[in-house]
């Protein structure tokens, strides 16, 4: 297996790709919300290398060119919005202050934590970019001194959990409105979130598309001021 992807350039790429279409065949089959296509993608992926003995920078000489997919794909999220501007003009006042306390109360809760648990500053600061999209997180990470690895596994796991818990939390506190869907999820769960948001609607995948941009944005701003506090 070493030698296998040794030897494929695109061999870390197709192995991430057999697994995530194996994570929705089993979500379509089984139908259960915990069935995220990526965490089964990542958790397969993990059994693969520990079963073959391949480390993870023999992998990853492969599949990093899937990390040059997100940047496009991050900016056709623009597309569901543009459709639905009238929409964004007449509500602006309520999205903006959504988007607002969703940045705020994701720094917040970080900062808390940090607290309860005795987090030293690097640590800290590791985990204030958890809701914003791999890209902008990492920067964020690295010019405020986190670890960048973890930053990124943090903000894969924020995303996994506000797409497989997210629409039940909406439930459960009667949320109804799609545009408050959307920028629930978008600011709280990034693109992982966005794709449940476009699951439930075309407003909601809209909203949330918008809430990805303005809270990465709101984000690299608020995190330097509260990378300050620790």
Request: include cysteine; proline fraction near 2%.
């Amino acid at each position: 297996m070493n030698n296998f992807l040794t030897a494929s350039a695109y061999a870390g790429v197709t192995i991430s790709i057999l697994f995530y279409l194996l994570g929705m065949y089993l979500k379509k089959k089984f139908k259960f919300g915990f069935l995220n296509p990526l965490l089964l993608a990542i958790l397969f992926t993990m059994v693969l290398l520990l079963l073959s003995g391949v480390d993870y920078d023999t992998y990853n000489a492969g599949a990093r060119y899937l990390s040059w997919l997100l940047t496009p794909a991050t900016v056709c999220l623009a597309i569901p919005l543009y459709e639905q501007i009238q929409l964004l003009k007449d509500n602006y006042q309520a999205v903006i202050v959504g988007i607002v306390s969703g940045v705020f109360t994701s720094l917040v809760t970080v900062f808390v934590l940090a607290l309860l648990f005795g987090l030293n500053h690097q640590e800290y600061v590791t985990l204030l970019p958890k809701s914003v999209t791999t890209a902008i997180g990492m920067g964020i990470s690295e010019e405020l001194g986190g670890y960048v690895t973890i930053t990124v596994a943090a903000i894969v796991i924020t995303g996994v959990l506000g797409n497989i818990f997210g629409e039940i939390i909406l439930k459960i506190f009667h949320i109804k409105e799609p545009i408050a869907k959307g920028i629930a999820l978008g600011s709280a769960a990034h693109a992982i979130g966005t794709a449940k948001a476009m699951e439930l609607g075309e407003i909601e995948g809209a909203m949330s598309s918008l809430s990805i941009a303005v809270s990465g944005i709101l984000t690299v701003v608020g995190a330097s001021v509260f990378g300050m506090f620790i």
